[in-house]
């Protein structure tokens, strides 16, 4: 009689035999034969019922041990740089293995988030559990999606979260990762790309209630892939920071340095302050003296710090929270210029004459101390007439002279005519349980113009500077429009009774010129919009290509490394070709600034569409209970399936489906962007005057969804047209008729 092995025998044989856990190979290597494979059955069905063995295809193995051949994830490297890997696919009711990866030579560059195949040894350790070899990478990720969970009796559904998006993805039973009904989650493609029918996917994170407090800022977040958590060495590197010394730093403490910001500002990289030029061949100039926050001595190349500012490229900031290049350590205190606090600093100190040309300019690595941390308002009502006990003893010895400063740089810059675009800013206003109670328009004061044109000067004195001493940077790159987007703009200044000249090299000024004409008319705020979407995307470029929009030949951005890391690289460059530290540019950095410049570039278009979509999320979730009012807009787009309208109390894009508009078919112009009723000849254009009723708000996708009522006071029909959607009708008899004539027909048949 044959004998049966024990469950135990059997574990360990597969134990010893990984790649060899058929079936077929545990009978023969028993020697079991005929109706005992029956039982040999039932013990392996056994074993997996208790958990100790996992099936996969045909082969079985340990419930708590990897398969010899895995498809792993690549998580990055540790501290030391040694590269680890985590399973995809790990059923065990242990921790999940941590696999250190073993490289060759010939292995392609491996970064976090990368798949690949691998084989897997078991080797315990203090610090991983086993070690891997990589067999081939596996170039298509699966489709990531972010969704409101659904659940249903077979597991669920997620909903899609963009807006227009309308595929919906199936969840298995053991698929849902533990997510409940309505709960925020993120799920990845899991079945074959090219199935019939809808998308299988499993959940992988759950990221709670999507209504709930600052959820909305936390799916744009997610959605775009915004890191949001410091790994804990890079916290670690930040916490272990201290304080700059004076060492061989210019001492600025005594200068009376103020930043002006935002009220409601966690960080301040910028300080300022003015003096009049006491040389007497520059009467009536002045110096400016920019101080900015000297990041590159705390964030040096290739630190923990370096690497994590690099991959997020830039801050992101929104209604309700921020998140930040760097931790708060360094961004909310050490390289923060609080009010009298001793902070490090490179300082330019820029002689300006009277008519608001710059003479000359120097940079300074220092240590200073700021007398007073502004806000924009107080500012502007000390100058106003309006001091209160804080500006009022700065009023005639800083405040007074700064403005001074800027009235003779607005006098330059009405010569160099940089871009005047006209398009005011919306402020989201949140209460405490993150609800909008109001959405504002931000007033643009003297106070917010004077810094920036100190910043643009300081910007200017950095570019100049690094080409004068042949130093690699980065450039911020902003090129003239396209020949198209000309025409464009061309025609709808045209259709506004406005000209832009033609068959001329364009300057801003010709531009200008346009926007002047619009000024104070019905298509301001369409010809400015026009405008701003003729122009290109301004970027990073170790190569200089001038600016268009400020009309400048030479711009790099030194102001604002607390969040930007494009401005670290411009400082590590002045400090390199000054000769102040060591802490300056690396050969890495310039070997790798083409990479940088298109990293950055990616990460700051990145962070302006999650901004985008979570102001469109929350006015959405403001305007959700006014389902049904009337309201005012312009038409500000025209496309094939519909109208986008901006409501002028909001400044929202409602979108009216094409199907709902009036009674008639309009026939869409893409070269006019416009709508031609078929019956009518209703022309629909931008820049009309509008009244629509809100029909849906979907606060989650961030959509809106209108019905015109009136063009330019002119009522639309409303209604679908006669027989839309219904059958025609028939007269008495059709049918008998028809039933008759069908009888008549003879019927063929093939012999």
């Not at 106003?384 to 009023?395: F, H, R, V, Y």
């Not at 219904?726 to 004539?741: H, I, T």
Request: hydrophobic share 40%; proline share 6%.
């Amino acid at each position: 009689m044959t004998r049966i092995p024990s469950k135990s025998e059997i574990l360990a044989w597969i134990a010893e035999h990984p790649t060899k856990a058929a079936k077929r190979d545990i009978a023969k290597a028993f020697g079991i034969k005929g109706a005992a494979r029956i039982d040999l059955k039932r013990l392996l069905k056994e074993l997996e019922e208790d958990g100790k063995l996992t099936k996969r295809r045909s082969s079985y193995r340990d419930a708590e041990e990897l398969p010899p051949v895995s498809v792993l994830e690549i998580v990055g490297p540790d501290a030391d740089g040694d590269l680890y890997a985590r399973p995809l696919e790990w059923g065990g009711k242990g921790a999940e293995p941590r696999i250190l990866m073993v490289q060759r030579d010939s292995d392609p560059a491996l970064g976090a988030g990368d798949r690949i195949l691998g084989r897997v040894t078991a080797d315990q350790t203090e610090d991983y559990s086993h070690t891997g070899r990589m067999i081939r990478r596996i170039d298509a990720s699966p489709q990531r999606v972010l969704g409101v969970f659904r659940a249903d009796s077979e597991g669920g559904r997620i909903m899609p979260v963009e807006k227009g998006a309308d595929k919906q993805w199936i969840v298995a039973a053991g698929a849902t990762g533990g997510a409940k009904d309505g709960e925020l989650v993120e799920a990845e493609q899991s079945g074959p790309k090219g199935r019939m029918g809808l998308p299988k996917a499993r959940i992988v994170a759950r990221l709670g209630d999507p209504s709930g407090p600052r959820a909305v800022s936390l799916i744009a977040i997610h959605q775009h892939g915004i890191p949001d958590h410091f790994p804990d060495d890079v916290l670690a590197e930040a916490e272990a920071a201290k304080p700059a010394e004076l060492g061989k730093r210019r001492d600025m403490r005594s200068l009376p340095l103020v930043t002006i910001d935002p009220w409601d500002a966690r960080d301040h990289d910028d300080a300022c302050y003015v003096e009049a030029d006491p040389d007497p061949k520059n009467a009536g100039g002045y110096i400016i003296w920019v101080a900015i926050a000297d990041v590159a001595h705390y964030v040096t190349p290739n630190s923990e710090l370096d690497r994590e500012a690099r991959k997020r490229g830039n801050s992101t900031y929104f209604p309700d929270r921020v998140v930040p290049m760097l931790p708060d350590r360094l961004s909310g205190d050490l390289c923060s210029l609080h009010e009298g606090v001793e902070r490090a600093c490179l300082a330019v100190a820029m002689r300006i004459d009277a008519s608001g040309e710059k003479i000359d300019h120097a940079f300074h690595r220092g240590l200073m101390k700021s007398i007073a941390s502004l806000n924009y308002e107080e500012v502007q009502d000390a100058v106003d007439g309006q001091p209160n006990d804080k500006t009022a003893p700065l009023l005639d010895g800083i405040i007074n002279p700064l403005y001074a400063a800027y009235a003779a740089l607005v006098k330059a810059r009405a010569r160099r005519q940089p871009l005047e675009l006209d398009l005011p800013e919306r402020q989201i206003i949140l209460d405490d349980a993150g609800k909008v109670t109001s959405v504002q328009f931000k007033e643009r004061l003297d106070a917010h113009r004077l810094i920036e044109e100190f910043m643009v000067l300081a910007n200017v004195a950095a570019a100049e500077t690094l080409i004068a001493k042949k130093s690699p940077l980065l450039f911020r790159v902003h090129e003239e429009p396209s020949p198209e987007k000309l025409d464009a703009l061309r025609e709808v200044a045209i259709a506004s009774g406005l000209v832009l000249a033609k068959g001329q090299v364009l300057k801003t000024a010709h531009l200008n010129t346009l926007l002047k004409g619009a000024a104070g008319t019905e298509n301001h705020e369409l010809i400015n919009i026009a405008t701003l979407r003729s122009m290109t995307q301004a970027y990073y470029n170790p190569e200089n290509f001038g600016h268009f929009g400020l009309a400048l030949r030479a711009y790099a951005h030194f102001t604002s490394p607390i969040r930007r890391y494009s401005d670290l690289i411009v400082h590590r460059a002045l400090v390199s070709s000054h000769g102040w530290g060591k802490d300056g540019l690396s050969p890495w950095d310039i070997e790798h600034l083409p990479e940088t410049a298109q990293l950055i570039s990616d990460t700051e278009r990145r962070s302006m569409t999650a901004e985008r979509d979570t102001t469109d999320r929350y006015l959405a979730a403001f305007l959700s209970d006014r389902i049904g009012a009337e309201m005012g807009g312009r038409i500000s787009g025209i496309a094939k399936f519909g109208v986008f309208v901006k409501l002028d109390e909001t400044g929202a894009d409602a979108m009216i489906p094409i199907r709902t508009l009036g009674r008639e078919f309009f026939h869409y112009d893409p070269e006019s962007q416009t709508l031609m009723g078929s019956d009518t000849g209703l022309v629909i254009g931008l820049g009309l005057r509008v009244t629509v009723k809100l029909a849906e708000a979907a606060p989650v996708t961030g959509g809106l969804i209108a019905e015109l009522i009136a063009i330019d006071d002119r009522t639309m029909p409303r209604g679908p047209s006669r027989g839309r959607g219904k059958p025609p009708r028939r007269k008495a008899g059709s049918a008998k008729k028809k039933s008759a004539k069908t009888a008549r027909k003879v019927k063929r048949q093939r012999k």
